[in-house]
C-alpha cells in the first residue's frame, strides 16, 4: 500500500489532531468545573474536595500510564486500530461522565445491595462514578496521543514528520493549558455536563472519517509480544511517582509547613524501587516494552532529556501565570481566572504555531539549529517574565509570554522527529509514548519543586520582612512584596532550567536522512 496523498495527509493530521487536543483539554477543563460538581452534589465543600480531586490526579494518572504500553500495543497490533479502539473508549467515557448522575449511580447503588450492609450515600457514589469515568476517558485520551504520533511516523517521510511531529506535541501541551478556559467559558453559559457532551459529536465523526482514510496506511508491526510484567512494573512507578511529586501540588503557601507531606518520599523512593525493576525486567526480556537499547542510539537520550526540561521550564510559566494574576492584579476569584486563561493564550497559541517552523527547520537542517534557537527564545522569554510588577500591563505580559511560547514551540518538533526518527519503525508507538511522558515527567518534577520552593521562600521572606505584630494593612503589602519577588525567582529559575537544556542541545547531531530511511 502507497503512503495518501498530501492533501489526504494534511486532512489526516487534522482529524488525529483534533481527538488528542480534545483528551488533553479534558485533563484540566474539570478544574474549572469541581465547585460545581460538589455544589450539584451537595457535598460539603470541606469534605468532598480532596475526593474529587481525584477527578483530576485519576485522570493525569491513567492518562500517563496508558501512553506507555498502549504505544507498544500499537507497535504490536497496528495503530490503525488502536487509534480507533482509544478513541471509542475516550467517547464512551466522556457519555458516561455526562450520565453519572443517572443511570451508572442507581447501577452501582443496586450491585452494592450485595456486598455491602447498608445504603450508600448517593451522592458520594455519584462521586466516585464521575472518578471512574474520568480515569475511562484518560485511558482513551492518553493512548491517542503517542498513536497519533506514530501515525505521523507512518503518513509521512523522513523529510517532512518533523514538523508535524511537533505539531501534535504542541497541540497536545495547548489542550492542558487552555483547559481550564474552556472549562470556564462552558460553565457560564451551560451546566458541566455539557462540556463531555460536546465531546461526543467529534469522536463519532473523527472516527468515520479516520477508519475510512487510514484504511490505506501501511503498518509494520512488530514481531514480538507484549511484556504485560513490564506494563505492571512502570505502571506502579509512574503512579507512585505522580502521587509522591504531585503532593506538591496541594501546598498551601499561607501554611506553616515547610517542605512536602510526610508522604512524598516513601512515595518518591518506591516509585524509583519500581523503576529499577522495570529497567532491569526489560534489559532480561527477549520483548521488551521498551528496548532500552533505543538509548544508546544517537539523539535519543539527549533529546529525552531536552523534552524533560523544557516540561520543567514549561510548567513554571502554565502555574506562575494564574498566580501572578489571581494574586496581584484580578478583583476577584472570577475575574482572576478568566484573565488567566486568556493571558495563556499568548504562551500556547505562539507555541503551537511555533512548532510548524520548528519542524521545518528540524526538516531542512536539522535538529540542533531549531532546538538551539527556541531554548534561546525561551530563556529570553523567562528573563523579561521576571520583570513582572504589579503595574505591568497585560499587553507586556503577553509580548514576554510570546517568546517563551515560540521559543518552547520551537523545540518541540525537533526533540519529537530526534526521538521518534531515531527508533525503527515496530517501535514508533513505544517512542513517540517517551517524548510526552519525558515532558510530563518534567511538568511533574516542575509542581513540585517549584511549590516547594514557593513554599520556603514565602515562609523566609515573611520573616524577615514582617513585623513581630503586623497590622492588617502591613500583612497585605508584605504579602504583595513577597509574592511578587518569589514568582520573579521561579521565572530565572525557569531560564537556568532553559539554559541547562541547551548543553545536552548541543549535542543534537544532524540526522543522517539515508541511515533512517534504510530503517524504514
Given amino acids: 500500500m502507497s503512503k495518501p496523498k498530501s492533501a489526504q495527509s494534511g486532512l489526516l493530521l487534522i482529524l488525529i489532531s483534533i481527538p488528542i487536543f480534545i483528551g488533553a483539554l479534558d485533563l484540566t477543563v474539570i478544574s474549572a468545573v469541581l465547585p460545581h460538581v460538589i455544589v450539584d452534589l451537595e457535598i460539603p465543600l ?41 478513541l471509542g473508549i475516550f467517547a464512551f467515557g466522556s457519555y458516561l461522565v455526562a450520565v453519572a448522575h443517572t443511570w451508572p449511580t442507581r447501577l452501582v447503588l443496586q450491585a452494592s445491595y450485595l456486598f455491602v450492609s447498608g445504603r450508600l450515600d448517593v451522592s458520594y457514589t455519584t462521586l466516585y462514578v464521575l472518578i471512574a469515568s474520568r480515569m475511562i476517558q484518560a485511558f482513551g485520551a492518553g493512548t491517542m496521543v503517542p498513536v497519533g504520533m506514530a501515525l505521523v511516523g507512518d503518513i509521512f517521510p523522513i523529510g517532512l514528520r518533523a514538523r508535524y511531529l511537533g505539531l501534535i506535541a504542541a497541540v497536545d501541551t495547548a489542550g492542558w493549558v487552555v483547559g481550564h478556559l474552556y472549562g470556564g467559558i462552558v460553565v457560564r453559559f451551560w ?4 462540556i463531555f457532551w460536546l465531546n461526543l459529536p467529534i469522536c463519532v465523526l473523527g472516527f468515520i ?6 484504511l490505506n496506511i501501511p503498518q509494520e508491526r512488530s514481531a514480538g509480544r ?77 533529546a529525552s532529556l531536552v523534552n524533560f526540561l523544557v516540561g520543567f521550564s514549561l510548567f513554571v510559566a502554565i502555574a506562575n501565570v494564574p498566580l501572578f494574576i489571581n494574586t496581584l492584579v484580578a478583583k476577584s476569584l472570577e475575574q482572576g481566572a478568566w484573565d488567566s486563561g486568556w ?26 539549529l531549531p532546538a538551539i534557537l527556541g531554548l534561546v527564545l525561551s530563556i529570553l522569554g523567562f528573563i523579561l517574565m521576571r520583570s513582572w510588577n504589579i503595574n505591568t500591563s497585560y499587553s507586556t505580559m503577553a509580548f514576554h509570554l510570546m517568546f517563551g511560547g515560540i521559543g518552547i514551540g520551537l523545540t518541540m518538533a525537533p526533540v519529537a522527529a530526534a526521538v521518534v526518527n531515531t527508533a525503527p519503525p515496530d517501535q514508533r508507538g513505544t517512542s513517540s509514548a517517551l517524548v510526552i511522558i519525558f515532558r510530563l515527567m518534567g511538568m511533574t518534577v516542575g509542581v513540585s519543586s517549584i511549590t516547594t520552593y514557593d513554599l520556603l521562600r514565602v515562609n523566609a521572606l515573611s520573616r524577615i520582612l514582617l513585623s513581630s505584630t503586623p497590622t492588617l494593612d502591613e500583612t497585605i503589602r508584605v504579602g504583595m512584596e513577597v509574592t511578587e519577588k518569589v514568582i520573579s525567582e521561579t521565572f530565572v529559575i525557569a531560564g537556568l532550567v532553559a539554559m541547562l537544556a541547551l548543553i545536552p542541545a548541543l549535542r543534537l547531531k544532524t540526522h543522517n536522512q539515508t541511515s533512517e530511511v534504510k530503517n524504514e
Fill in 226 to 302: 507484549m511484556d504485560w510484567l513490564g506494563a505492571i512494573l512502570i505502571t506502579a512507578a509512574l503512579t507512585l511517582l505522580n502521587l509522591g511529586l504531585g503532593n506538591g501540588t496541594d501546598i498551601d503557601l499561607t501554611s506553616s509547613q515547610s517542605g512536602l507531606p510526610p508522604s512524598a518520599l516513601p512515595l518518591i523512593l518506591t516509585a524509583l524501587i519500581f523503576l529499577g525493576l522495570f529497567i532491569w525486567r526489560q534489559m532480561k526480556t527477549h520483548h521488551p516494552l521498551i528496548d532500552i537499547s533505543l538509548f544508546r542510539r544517537q539523539n535519543y537520550l539527549i
Fill in 191 to 194: 451546566d458541566w455536563q455539557m
Fill in 46 to 86: 470541606q469534605t468532598g474536595l480532596d475526593v474529587a480531586a481525584w477527578m483530576v490526579t485519576g485522570y493525569l494518572l491513567v492518562y500517563s500510564v496508558a501512553m506507555i504500553f498502549m504505544g507498544r500495543l500499537s507497535d504490536l497490533y497496528g495503530r490503525r486500530q488502536v487509534y480507533l479502539i482509544a
Fill in 209 to 214: 472519517l479516520i477508519w475510512r482514510l487510514l
Fill in 343 to 368: 493571558m495563556l493564550s499568548a504562551l500556547t497559541i505562539p507555541m503551537a504555531l511555533a512548532s510548524i517552523p520548528g519542524g521545518r527547520l528540524s526538516d531542512k537542517y536539522g535538529y540542533r
